[in-house]
């Protein structure tokens, strides 16, 4: 009997009390729950007690040579005779700790979003210290237009139980699913973000509650620079949202889309700033625990909206850099000189942050299918070296943006079927993992281990297609505002030979991949019903797609050599 014991009633600790009675009984054992209200009676030599406790309350349990100390939002198990302690510093912490616990004594995994898998027994593994801290102090998923409730909270179910802490949406996003998600957030304590482009939404949404035109004359110049009145109604309409929803913990309001010539440059960002740590004094002001942070962002390829030059760096408000147009195939300390420029704009940011007592957080771009596109690549390697990269950088967060599919008439037939979602997932999970604080190893072994006798294999398919696909994306810069599956909307190029050279040579790898088997399941499979099938059948799947997609841009690229 597993008898498990409680020692607050915080929402987040009754919902990790649920999910271990669950996931205890559906592993075959039989279980109770009790709150501990009036001190720790011994244990009965029948029970294995099961305790979640914070690690406040351990201290003041235990001696002082047993205390243990946690960083972060990380957690610690801890075997004494009969008694696991589950200790964590926050509520959400504690969860994290009963799925570790799960993994760890009974083989859970949670690697495939659609997947809740006991792979093999671990019980009775011991575990007399164990402690978890995570690599990063912000980690998870950024999501701007993806309306599917469902989907959504799947994410965030699957998001906690992989070490996720963050989910950030748009102002309209949030307005769409708010009323199907909200409970999943809060239960959880995660922290939840809003933002993104949604400053022109905004601004509708006041000239319609108030009915005049406060769109007129709108640009990102005008309101950061100029429009007092306009900004202070924005602002009261932020301050509104947050106090509707208590599991808003952060804003991160970005300029519109646009680039920004660099006649006009001088005092954007400066203004930007200010407005952001006026929305951030209003938020306190009204009795609101909300953070706030500006986006440094090279908008249309504008280096004036990325490189800080002479701004002062705020000491109110937190900063998130992202930089648009990386070649994937390189890491962050490659010597192309975009990416030079780019690392020492971070760099100079983060140094800059930190001086003043802020974090940097970056915004990655590898759940991204209009950035990669639907010639989609797996990015193992290269999600491995940027996250050791950015930790040997202190960077404080990395978050994963996911964005879906964008379907173009050249290839419409083809991918109505295609399974984004289950194809990005590797991407965010390989992310998630490791974010998390996981060793590299230990999360491919684990993402593989269900392809059995043939794992390598497997394994070794999707790394060679890393180092052939993940090159397309350096192409994002010099076709600029195309990308190498925009092949209508450009001319003739010196680059198109060199293009098509690139994919015949991907055509011709993914020709030698044998997909016999899976071909008369095409008929059935659509892009959503991937919990129908395999990982084994899916990854193929992704193959048919990958070789059916990669042929119509060869083609298209060749005509133009």
């Known amino acids: 009997m597993h008898k498990i014991i409680y020692f607050h009633s915080h929402e987040t600790i009754l919902f990790a009390v649920e999910e271990l009675r669950r996931l205890i009984e559906k592993a075959g054992y039989k279980s109770s729950v009790y709150e501990n209200k009036s001190g720790l009676a011994e244990a009965n030599e029948n029970d294995f007690r099961v305790l979640l406790i914070t690690t406040i309350q351990y201290r003041a349990m235990v001696s002082k040579e047993k205390i243990v100390n946690i960083n972060l939002d990380g957690f610690a198990l801890v075997s004494s005779g009969k008694d696991l302690w589950i200790i964590g510093n926050e509520p959400r912490s504690i969860l994290y700790g009963v799925y570790m616990y799960c993994r760890k004594y009974f083989g859970y995994q949670w690697t495939h979003l659609d997947r809740e898998e006991i792979i093999e027994h671990k019980q009775g593994e011991n575990l007399d210290l164990f402690i978890h801290e995570p690599m990063f102090v912000r980690r998870g998923n950024i999501f701007e237009t993806i309306n599917e409730p469902g989907y959504i909270n799947s994410l965030i179910d699957w998001g906690v139980k992989n070490g996720q802490n963050e989910f950030f949406f748009t102002f309209f996003l949030w307005d769409e699913i708010k009323s199907y998600i909200t409970s999943g957030l809060k239960k959880r304590s995660v922290q939840v973000t809003l933002g993104g482009h949604s400053l022109r ?14 769109l007129e004359n709108y640009e990102n110049l005008q309101f950061f620079g100029e429009n007092i009145a306009l900004q202070d109604e924005l602002i009261d309409k932020i301050i509104t949202i947050c106090q509707e929803n208590e599991v808003i913990t952060r804003i991160s309001l970005w300029p519109e889309d646009v680039g920004i010539k660099e006649k006009n440059a001088d005092g954007f960002l400066i203004n930007y700033i200010r407005f952001t740590e006026k929305l951030k004094s209003s938020l306190s002001a009204s009795n609101l625990a909300v953070e706030v942070e500006y986006i440094v962002y090279n908008a249309g390829l504008s280096w004036d909206m990325l490189e800080r030059k002479q701004t002062e760096i705020s000491t109110e408000v937190d900063v998130l850099y992202a930089y648009w147009g990386r070649d994937y195939s390189k890491p962050i300390y490659s010597n192309e000189p975009s990416q030079e420029r780019a690392l020492r704009t971070l760099e100079d940011w983060n140094t800059q942050t930190s001086r003043n007592g802020r974090c940097l957080t970056v915004l990655e771009y590898y ?4 950035m990669l596109s639907e010639l989609f690549p797996p990015l193992l390697t290269r999600i491995a070296s940027d996250l050791h990269d950015y930790s040997q950088l202190h960077i404080q967060g990395v978050l994963n943006l996911i964005v879906p599919l964008h379907r173009k008439q050249i290839n419409h037939e083809v991918s109505a079927n295609y399974p984004w979602k289950w194809i990005h997932h590797l991407n965010n999970y390989i992310y998630s993992r490791l974010a998390w604080g996981e060793k590299y190893e230990e999360v491919l072994e684990e993402y593989f281990s269900v392809f059995k006798e043939e794992k390598d294999i497997f394994q070794k398919m999707l790394l060679d297609l890393e180092k052939l696909i993940s090159p397309y994306s350096k192409w994002n810069v010099p076709l600029f505002p195309a990308r190498v599956v925009d092949p209508e909307k450009l001319d003739l190029l010196a680059s ?10 991907t055509d011709s790898y993914l020709s030698t991949i044998e997909l016999s088997e899976i071909e008369p399941l095409v008929a059935i499979q659509t892009k959503d019903n991937y919990s129908t099938f395999t990982p084994r059948e899916m990854t193929l799947f992704y193959i048919y797609y990958l070789r059916l997609i990669n042929k119509i841009y060869s083609k298209e690229w060749e005509s133009k050599d």
């Open 367 to 370: 759940s991204d299918h209009f």
């Open 496 to 505: 198109s030979l060199q293009i098509s050279t690139e994919l015949k040579a």
């Open 201 to 214: 939404y905004l601004l509708a949404l006041i000239q319609k509650e108030n009915k005049k035109n406060s």
